[in-house]
């Protein structure tokens, strides 16, 4: 799996952005941007009323798995998976090599719309990775190797002047 880009205050303020224009367009209830490897990157909406960290971890992993039945059956593109509720649903699209696009929306929303509206945001977002992934290559991240247990490595002040 590729590496995460380096991303700044800048690049998640337009990924928040993209996802606060996605809410309206959709009437979700929850969208969240989502490496693949199951780590949530960044989410707009209702944050109270769903465990995300959880939810991000759980959708990444059903894409993976759909993407593994995508290949047993000789399909080379299942790039979404959709979970219909009785109260909520939730859609799952890949975004790009690194990430996935996550909407948790009510069951009265169509799920035409979502599936519409996501399509279209997705470019946005891909869009800005590839603007942080060109603004230093060789910074990404590969979330999943982290030791979690031990993140003094991960957040240091940066001493470099710019």
Same mark, same amino acid.
């Given at each position: 799996?590729?590496?995460?880009?380096?991303?700044?205050?800048?690049?998640?303020?337009?990924?928040? #952005? !993209? *996802?606060?224009?996605?809410?309206?367009?959709?009437?979700? +209830?929850? &969208?969240?941007? /989502?490496?693949?490897?199951? $780590?949530?990157?960044?989410?707009?909406?209702?944050?109270?009323?769903?465990?995300?960290?959880?939810? #991000? !971890? *759980?959708?990444?992993?059903?894409?993976?798995?759909?993407? +593994?039945? &995508?290949?047993? /059956?000789?399909?080379?593109? $299942?790039?979404?998976?959709?979970?219909?509720?009785?109260?909520?649903?939730?859609?799952?699209?890949?975004?790009?090599?690194?990430?996935?696009?996550?909407?948790?929306?009510?069951?009265?929303?169509?799920?035409?719309?979502?599936?519409? $509206?996501?399509?279209?945001?997705?470019?946005?977002?891909?869009?800005?990775?590839?603007?942080?992934?060109?603004?230093?290559?060789?910074?990404?991240?590969?979330?999943?190797?982290?030791?979690?247990?031990?993140?003094?490595?991960?957040?240091?002040?940066?001493?470099?002047?710019?």
């Amino acid at each position: 799996m590729s590496t995460l880009p380096q991303l700044v205050e800048e690049d998640i303020q337009r990924l928040d #952005a !993209a *996802l606060r224009e996605l809410l309206v367009q959709t009437e979700a +209830t929850t &969208a969240l941007i /989502v490496d693949k490897g199951g $780590f949530l990157i960044t989410n707009q909406g209702d944050a109270q009323q769903f465990d995300l960290t959880t939810i #991000a !971890a *759980l959708g990444s992993g059903a894409f993976m798995a759909n993407q +593994t039945i &995508a290949n047993l /059956v000789h399909e080379t593109n $299942f790039n979404s998976v959709y979970q219909q509720g009785e109260n909520f649903s939730m859609f799952v699209i890949c975004v790009d090599e690194q990430c996935l696009l996550v909407v948790i929306f009510k069951a009265q929303v169509s799920v035409g719309v979502v599936k519409y $509206f996501a399509a279209r945001c997705v470019p946005q977002i891909a869009q800005q990775m590839q603007i942080a992934q060109e603004r230093d290559p060789g910074a990404g991240l590969d979330l999943s190797e982290l030791n979690l247990a031990n993140t003094s490595d991960l957040f240091k002040k940066n001493t470099q002047a710019p």
